[in-house]
């Protein structure tokens, strides 16, 4: 089995920054996308950035300029630095990671269990 475990979230005021991780673990051979979606009270869950294995990183348009996604292969691991933020940003963030358990495997999809992320004065 694979787990990926968030950390990093919190009540921030207006304009101010958190960063936020998420470590894969367990039966992992590699690992494609990784990427944090949000969802608000209410809303959908939406893609807020997702990053390849050559590092390539792709934002909605709501978080360019403020938010950067990055990831460490050799800790199974994605961060999103959020900057600038703002009360729209409050949601719960999830992790997600493509992941293949074998050489003979295909790619499964596996969410965290979310974080809390609050903006507000």
């Known amino acids: 089995q694979v787990q990926l475990v968030e950390s990093g979230g919190g009540l921030v005021q207006p304009g101010g920054s958190l960063r936020l991780s998420c470590a894969a673990s367990?039966?992992?051979?590699?690992?494609?996308?990784m990427g944090w979606y949000r969802q608000a009270p209410g809303k959908q869950r939406e893609l807020v950035a997702f990053i390849t294995i050559l590092g390539s990183a792709n934002y909605a348009d709501s978080v360019k300029s403020r938010f950067t996604i990055s990831r460490d292969n050799s800790k199974n691991t994605v961060y999103l630095q959020m900057n600038s933020l703002k009360p729209e940003d409050t949601a719960v963030y999830y992790c997600?990671?493509?992941?293949?358990?074998?050489?003979?495997?295909?790619?499964?999809?596996?969410w965290g269990q979310g974080t809390q992320v609050t903006v507000s004065s």
């Open positions: 367990g039966s992992i051979f590699s690992i494609s996308n």
């Open positions: 997600n990671a493509e992941v293949r358990r074998s050489t003979s495997d295909y790619l499964r999809n596996y």
